[in-house]
């Protein structure tokens, strides 16, 4: 053996560094901000990363309801992902003159207030292509859970579905889908819909695990940088939303039914351009492969919890930025602002 090997010998790329080391057998393979590990039998990694970006949860209680203390109190349950790179630097989003994008665009061209969003909220799905440069433009997924929680992980077999409810590049879009509301109706009278709470704040990475295979799916994975460990984390763990989790995500052929999910009514689906839904063939659901089937409002998937243990799982290490203890480093705060959502559950993991 060479002296070289003895010593270590490290290969620095322009995507990654490759490092060989005397203490373990494994490779490890940097790709920007996290590692992927293969053992010697498979020097190849078994996963390939779409892409990578920030996720938020949120929580909104029942109408009348000031306060949520589980899932049987909530209205809805959220999840937000903002990509901000991936293995191409544009991707593909319904036409922004559709869905509740549109709609949100059309009120203010004609300089309207929209003082009942219940008036407004069957748009239909997204539909048409526009090319979104993920660096340099915000890309917002508004995502809602049907059973208002995560994957129960102790239920590995049981999908949860879920849908788009939201696709935009306007961060006011998403502030205003997140804010209460005050309405009438001629039964019930006057309602109060509380604000949405922020309860989550991680990254995530969509990712093709055993690419190139007839086995081939794909996970979405995501690790919380906030609440940071050591808070209470009450709604957290009532969500199932874990510090870190797997789950197998598949996206759902709109032209077909589903047998388990009522799902979406057909007006409210999305309407995939050809080359997008030339994927599905005659199946029920495909691989969220490319992550841009999910750039279009009416987009439904399953979800299925797969592991809450990622790098024993896939081998794959997830890097978080720096935790400071300070409100004033959330990418959720430097995104949306202060007032988009009450932060308690957030950063004091307590419901509220």
């Not at 920030?54 to 903002?82: C, N, T």
């Not at 309207?112 to 407004?120: D, F, K, L, V």
């Not at 915000?138 to 849908?163: A, C, E, H, N, Q």
Request: some cysteine; proline content about 6%; glycine content about 8%.
């Amino acid at each position: 053996m060479s002296e070289k090997i003895k010593k270590g010998a490290e290969v620095e790329g322009k995507r990654g560094a490759i490092t060989q080391r005397r203490s373990t057998a494994a490779i490890v393979v940097k790709w920007e901000d996290e590692e992927t590990k293969a053992r010697p039998a498979d020097p190849r990694p078994s996963i390939e990363i779409q892409e990578r970006g920030d996720i938020f949860f949120f929580y909104r209680p029942k109408v009348d309801k000031e306060e949520a203390h589980g899932a049987k109190d909530l209205q809805r349950f959220y999840l937000l992902l903002r990509p901000y790179s991936g293995q191409t630097q544009v991707e593909e989003k319904q036409d922004p003159n559709s869905g509740k994008e549109g709609a949100k665009r059309r009120l203010a061209n004609h300089h309207e207030i929209e003082t009942n969003t219940h008036q407004h909220h069957e748009q239909g799905g997204g539909h048409g292509s526009h090319p979104v440069n993920i660096k340099k433009q915000p890309l917002l997924r508004l995502i809602v859970m049907g059973r208002k929680s995560l994957p129960d992980p102790s239920k590995k077999t049981t999908p949860y579905w879920g849908f788009v409810e939201m696709i935009t590049t306007e961060i006011e879009h998403v502030k205003a889908a997140l804010r209460g509301e005050e309405y009438d109706t001629a039964t019930k009278g006057h309602r109060h819909l509380p604000d949405s709470r922020a309860v989550g704040e991680g990254v995530y990475r969509i990712l093709k695990h055993n690419p190139g295979s007839r086995s081939m799916h794909t996970h979405l994975v995501y690790k919380l940088e906030f609440p940071t460990e050591g808070e209470e984390e009450e709604p957290q763990k009532a969500l199932n939303i874990a510090r870190q989790a797997s789950f197998l995500l598949q996206i759902k052929n709109p032209d077909q039914r589903a047998s388990q999910f009522r799902g979406l009514e057909k007006k409210r689906k999305a309407a995939f351009p050809a080359h997008l839904q030339g994927l599905f063939g005659h199946r029920r659901y495909h691989p969220a492969d490319p992550p841009d089937l999910l750039n279009y409002e009416g987009c439904e998937f399953l979800l299925v919890s797969a592991s809450d243990d990622i790098e024993q799982e896939l081998g794959l290490e997830l890097k978080t930025t720096e935790q400071l203890q300070d409100a004033a480093c959330s990418n959720l705060i430097k995104t949306f602002g202060e007032t988009a959502a009450a932060t308690r559950p957030l950063f004091q993991g307590t419901w509220v």
